[in-house]
């Protein structure tokens, strides 16, 4: 039986990883974009893309655009595995298999 | 563990990320065909007021130049995001709507203000269209272009209308283009 990743399953967290989950494999979202897109802010978006980070989760890319400095975060391999089982088990639970 | 309702919630959140992330990428590489677009049939209405002679040779380069920006500006996009936007499909689909366009003017025996008219609402259509798919900004610039070009034909007198089209499909497509990467 399918555990839901508690990594994951923090609702921020699960839209930052919804949304690179939905980039093809290597695209990543800048900062700025993931920010807007998940309505959070600066250091509450942050310290969530850390945790995913340390898990293995995501890559974070810090680079200058010109003179001014861009964070891209990247879904991981492993990342996608684990955003996928854990659609996979949310699917299961309103299925009626857990719960 | 969660409930059923949760687990619902929880992909309904996952699918509204997704369809957002999906619109604003549309935007954002839209705005930027629309900005190039703007520019390029505001200076194609400026160049036909001021030299009406040659406006067929002006519009014909206005097209090859935006049919080299789109091939542009989605090879810059794929190295960004790796994500396709402009291919072949595209561009037959582009070339549909161009030749059809050609052909209601040929047939229909448009006048050249006719036709300044013809173009932009014809284009504005299927930006319309769009709306239904990839978001209301489409259907409030293609809609606000076709009113203020109907306007045009009916108010604005003589080669001024060039001038007019110049403004309300240069401008407001630069405009609608700057607009769609706020929104």
Redesign the interface.
């Given at each position: 039986m399918a555990e839901?990743d508690d990594i994951i399953?923090q609702?921020l967290r699960?839209?930052i990883m919804?949304?690179l989950n939905?980039?093809?494999?290597?695209?990543g979202?800048e900062f700025s974009?993931l920010k807007?897109?998940?309505g959070a802010t600066d250091g509450n978006l942050g310290a969530h893309i850390e945790t995913l980070a340390k898990a293995g989760y995501v890559s974070v890319d810090k680079a200058f655009v010109g003179k001014k400095p861009q964070t891209t975060v990247t879904a991981t391999a492993a990342g996608r595995g684990a955003f996928a089982r854990h659609?996979a088990t949310?699917?299961e639970?309103?299925a009626?298999k857990?719960? | 563990m969660i409930d059923s309702k949760q687990a619902t919630e929880a992909l309904a959140d996952i699918d509204d990320t997704v369809r957002r992330l999906r619109q604003s990428l549309i935007y954002r590489f839209t705005s930027t065909i629309m900005l190039m677009w703007g520019v390029l049939v505001l200076a194609g209405n400026i160049a036909g007021w001021l030299w009406p002679r040659y406006g067929l040779y002006f519009w014909i380069a206005v097209y090859v130049l935006a049919t080299a920006g789109l091939f542009a500006i989605s090879a810059r996009n794929y190295a960004q995001s790796r994500i396709r936007t402009f291919d072949r499909r595209y561009m037959l689909t582009f070339l549909f709507i161009i030749s059809f366009g050609i052909f209601c003017c040929v047939f229909g025996q448009f006048s050249p203000r006719q036709q300044s008219t013809f173009w932009p609402v014809y284009i504005m259509l299927f930006y319309m269209i769009a709306g239904a798919w990839f978001g209301y900004a489409f259907i409030v610039i293609g809609a606000s272009i076709i009113a203020l070009t109907l306007f045009g034909y009916v108010y604005i007198p003589g080669p001024t209308f060039l001038l007019w089209m110049a403004v309300v499909n240069g401008g407001g497509l630069f405009v609608g283009g700057l607009w769609m990467r706020r929104v």
């Open positions: 839901l399953h609702p699960l839209k919804a949304a939905a980039l093809p494999q290597s695209a979202l974009r807007k897109l998940t659609v949310l699917q639970i309103i009626g857990q719960g | -």
